[in-house]
C-alpha cells in the first residue's frame, strides 16, 4: 500500500514556475513508476510526465515537453515536477500517481493516487 500526499500548487502567472513535491508512504516507493497527471475542469484526467523506478526513464506529454521535468529521490520517498513557463492552459488539478515498476503513460496502469493540488495559471 503507497499513499501519496501532493503539495506545491499555487497561483502563479503565466511565464512563471512552480514545483510540485509528491510525498510518499511505504518501503516500497523505489518499486514503484511515479507519475503526474492533470485534470482541467470539465475535461478528463490526462498524462503529464512518467519516471521509472530508477528516474532513469522518463516521458513527458507532447504540451509539456521541454518545460517540465519529473524528478524523483528515493531516499526521501518523494517525486517532483518542476514546472517553467507556464501557460494559462496548464490550469488544473496536478495529481500524483504509483504505479507498476515499468514506466507508462497509461492512467490505468496507476494504482495509488494522491488527492491533488491545484495549480492556477493566469494570463
Known amino acids: 500500500q503507497v499513499q501519496l500526499v501532493e503539495s506545491g500548487g499555487g497561483l502563479v502567472q503565466a511565464g512563471g514556475s512552480l514545483r510540485l513535491s509528491c510525498a510518499a508512504s511505504?518501503?516500497?516507493?523505489?518499486?514503484?513508476?511515479m507519475g503526474w497527471f492533470r485534470q482541467a475542469p470539465g475535461k478528463e484526467r490526462v498524462f503529464v510526465a512518467a519516471?521509472?523506478?530508477?528516474?532513469?526513464?522518463?516521458y513527458y506529454a507532447d504540451s509539456v515537453k521541454g518545460r517540465f521535468t519529473i524528478s524523483r529521490d528515493n531516499a526521501k520517498n518523494t517525486v517532483y515536477l518542476q514546472m517553467n513557463s507556464l501557460k494559462p492552459e496548464d490550469t488544473a488539478v496536478y495529481y500524483c500517481?504509483?504505479?507498476?515498476?515499468?514506466?507508462?503513460?497509461?492512467?490505468?496502469?496507476?494504482?495509488?493516487w494522491g488527492q491533488g493540488t491545484q495549480v492556477i495559471v493566469s494570463s
Open positions: 500517481a504509483a504505479g507498476g515498476p515499468i514506466a507508462t503513460m497509461g492512467r490505468y496502469e496507476y494504482d495509488y
Open positions: 511505504g518501503r516500497t516507493f523505489s518499486r514503484h513508476t
Open positions: 519516471t521509472s523506478w530508477s528516474g532513469g526513464v522518463t
